[in-house]
């Protein structure tokens, strides 16, 4: 009955795992191939020259220092709004959560359009930051807000009658239990600032925005349409390398303080 029951589970787990091998774990093995080749033609073994070129390349430094600039400046931003948001909404009973979500549903070409006609004298980069705040708050308040309505009630309780006030109250006891969630919501963030390239590439209107806001992605991007796949390779290797650190770092610190 048991091995039944694994057959089964084998079967419906195959459709996933195939998808897995063809749109993922395939394409990845060719692209390592691409990274260490002089050229899709001759396909000579170059080795590590072609992350060398990478990393030595202006607009690469440029590209990595904005986007490391989202992750510490945008994410960490959106997170603190988040959590103070999600505090203010949830133990204010406040039913205004669903609000926060329309952003999420709203096509991207026609926020983009909205969005020129606002910042369209703009010559920094805040308006992609306020677009990434502004679409990524609604899944950081579902996240957050689910996690404080787990808790245990009989802790507030126990804090009220020891007269302990609402501020300390989430100071030392709602934002330390619920740790483990925010860096989470950290970790998704990050995942989505990555994925902010369609916003901010429609909001330019160009393959080449401002210093300011030129990305791995529209790195990567470029180089695609120059066919030049082996830089497009090497920078996608690294680029997945410094995310599955972050990925790492965040769930070893999530374990940390799991409760």
């Known amino acids: 009955m048991r091995n039944r029951w ?14 897995t091998l063809v749109f993922f774990v395939i394409p990845y093995i060719r692209m390592l191939y691409y990274s260490v080749i002089d050229n899709q033609y001759r396909r000579n ?27 510490l400046a945008g994410v960490t931003v959106l997170v603190i ?20 979500i329309l952003p999420m549903l709203l096509p991207t070409a026609a926020i983009s359009v909205i969005w020129r006609e606002i910042f369209k004298d703009a010559v920094t980069a805040l308006p992609v930051y306020l677009l990434f ?14 996690s404080f309505a787990a808790m245990d009630k ?46 901010s590439c429609l909001f330019y209107s160009s393959n080449y925005p401002p210093d300011c806001s030129y990305t791995l992605q529209y790195y990567m991007n470029n180089h695609f ?18 995310i599955i650190l972050i990925i790492i770092f965040c769930f070893k610190l999530q374990k940390k303080y799991q409760f």
């Not at 109250?169 to 600032?193: A, D």
């Not at 920078?235 to 390398?241: F, T």
């Open 154 to 199: 009989e802790v507030f309780e126990a804090a009220a009658v020891d007269g302990v006030g609402s501020i300390r109250k989430h100071i030392y006891i709602t934002i330390p239990m619920n740790i483990p969630v925010i860096i989470f919501t950290t970790l998704l963030s990050i995942v989505n600032s990555f994925r902010i390239f369609k916003e």
């Open 133 to 146: 705040w502004w679409k990524n708050t609604g899944i950081c308040i579902i996240l957050l807000t689910a």
């Open 6 to 19: 694994n057959r089964k589970c084998i079967i419906c787990m195959l459709p996933g795992i195939l998808g």
């Open 225 to 242: 349409y120059k066919l030049d796949y082996q830089v497009l390779s090497s920078a996608a290797v690294l680029l997945s390398v410094f």
């Open 81 to 100: 709004f988040s959590v103070v948001l999600s505090l203010f909404l949830y133990f204010g009973n406040i039913n205004g959560r669903s609000a926060f």
């Open 45 to 71: 073994f170059t080795g590590l020259s072609n992350y060398i070129k990478t990393i030595k390349n202006s607009y690469f430094i440029l590209a990595l220092k904005n986007s490391l600039l989202l992750i």
